[in-house]
Structure formats: C-alpha cells, structure tokens
C-alpha cells in the first residue's frame, strides 16, 4: 500500500526539485574555494513543524498532506516495542528520502539560487545529493561568507552544520607543471583531487574515499569467513556480484588503481578462506589458479563511466 501512495507521490515531488536549476556540476575551472558540509543527523532532526510548513505551500490536497502526518507519527520497532519520535522521518519509511529531499530543497537549494548567488563576486555551484551537499566558488572570500551564515540558515529549521566534519577547503588550479593539488575533499563515496593530465596539464580527478574501500575490503573479509563451507559456485555469484556492483559506482575514469586493489583484495581472501575449509588439502596459490580461477573467474577491474 505504501508503495502504491509513493507512485502518486513522486511526479509531485520531482516536479517541486525540478523548480530550481540546483544541480550545478563542478567544472575543470579554478574553483578557489569548497564547503565540504555535514548536516548533523539530518533524517533524526527534521521539525515536522517546518516540514509541515513548507508542504502546505507546495501541496493542496488535504489527503495527501493527513496521509504524510501519519506517516510522520509511525513509530518504529525496537526489540519487540515501537518506539515514537517527536522529531525526525520514520527510520527506513519509504516516504523518508521524498521528505526529506523537499524539506532540504526549501532550506538550502532555494536559499541558494535566490539569496547567495546573486551576492556571489564570481561563478558558484551546489551539487547535492539527499543530504550530502558541497559548494564551490570563484572567490575564496564569497565562499568564507557563506560557511559563516551556513549554520544560521540551517538553525532556522532545527537542523545543525556539524562544526568538526564541515571544513572551508582551498581548491584552486595549481600553478605550473610541479606539485601538487591544494586540497582535496570528499562526496558520495568519492576524493577529488587536482591531478595530471597524460599532457601534463591540471584536472580534477576522483578516487574511492579510503573509509569507503575499508568498508568494502572488510566485507569482503567477513563475507569470505562466515560463508567459507557454502558451495563454491555459489560463494562465486555473490562475490562476482559485489565487485560488479562496486565497479558499477566506482569505475569512474582515473579511478582504475582503487577497482584493482578491490580484485586483488577479494581474490587474495576468497583464496585464503577456501584453503581453510579442510586443514588436510590447503590450497596454495598454484593449485587456486589452476583449480579455481579457470573455472570461476571473478571479474577483472574496468572503467564503466567515461566522465
């Protein structure tokens, strides 16, 4: 059922994103400055008061807006009991994301496009995605202004710019042949970074965040150790599975040096669990290539998005 409300609900929602041209990519140019902001348990602290406010301007059916109340107020299951919250949406809700996105389309995507860059001295962006979301500008003294006033325009609505994990980053095109980058910063799995060009030139590069490739790394591990007596054919779906899927996100061009460590990582443990499963017939790594990876090899690494 709720599935079905979702349907009639999101050709609304994505008609209110799509109002405003907030979704301004970064470009190769000498971006001086990034606001690399974290919104302190964002989906925890949403006022339903504010949220309420803003839907009411954009939706005029009655029902809808009641049915988006009770959702507001679905408790959720903890150990047997349902815990409710004042504040916040429904942890795993399917409305959650949609509220969420609109809550943050009216807090920081139309305050952007209509306050801050009409007082920008140069080019400027915001790229955001849910609640993740950086800000780029031409001038580093536009871009200290608004990480100012970031907090306050957050504090209106009962949320909260966490002080620790949000950071002014100096990001402008390093001069000359030499060197290296001035900063870097993180978004959506990614780092990104000023690099070389095979020219010898300046371009922003990406790579998977490092706590990202732990994360998957030790999975793997885990996966690998847990699931060891499982027959091998099908320890190899799932495992041709996660690499295709992590190649699927994280094969971005530049990026082949991180999809290789991610191969060589789940190929090294796979090998070693499957030599634990008997202590009389281990495996070493001869027989594994001979034996195992003739018949199931595991996807090699490869760029899937060319940008």
Not at 193 to 208: H, Q, S, V
């Amino acid at each position: 059922m709720d599935s079905a409300r979702i349907m009639r609900w999101k050709p609304l929602s994505t008609t209110i994103l799509d109002d405003y041209p907030n979704r301004h990519s970064p470009t190769d140019s000498a971006d001086e400055a990034i606001i690399d902001a974290d919104i302190a348990k964002f989906f925890d602290t949403i006022e339903p008061l504010h949220l309420r406010t803003i839907l009411q301007k954009r939706v005029n059916d009655g029902a809808i807006l009641r049915l988006i109340g009770m959702w507001l107020h679905v408790g959720v299951l903890e150990e047997g009991k349902v815990v409710r919250s004042e504040t916040g949406t429904p942890q795993g809700g399917v409305i959650s994301p949609i509220l969420a996105n609109i809550f943050l389309h009216t807090v920081l995507d139309e305050w952007f496009e209509a306050t801050v860059r009409p007082r920008m001295g140069g080019n400027c962006f915001l790229v955001r995605f849910a609640d993740d979301f950086v800000m780029g500008t031409a001038i580093k003294t536009d871009a200290e202004k608004v990480f100012r006033v970031l907090p306050k325009r957050f504090e209106r609505f009962g949320l909260k710019i966490h002080p620790e994990k949000s950071r002014l980053v100096q990001f402008s095109r390093p001069f000359g042949r030499k060197g290296k980058g001035p900063g870097t910063f993180a978004f959506l799995g990614f780092d990104h970074y000023w690099g070389k060009t095979l020219n010898g030139g300046w371009t922003i590069k990406r790579k998977t965040q490092g706590k990202r490739l732990r994360r998957f790394l030790s999975g793997i591990h885990e996966w690998c150790h847990k699931n060891r007596h499982l027959d091998i054919v099908e320890q190899y779906q799932t495992l041709k599975s996660k690499l295709r899927g992590h190649y699927q996100y994280y094969g971005v061009r530049g990026n082949f040096k991180m999809l290789e460590v991610a191969f060589e990582h789940t190929e090294r443990v796979w090998k070693r669990w499957l030599s634990r499963r008997s202590s009389k017939h281990r495996l070493n790594w001869e027989q594994w290539m001979v034996r195992w990876q003739a018949i199931c090899p595991l996807p090699k690494p490869r760029i899937v998005h060319a940008f």
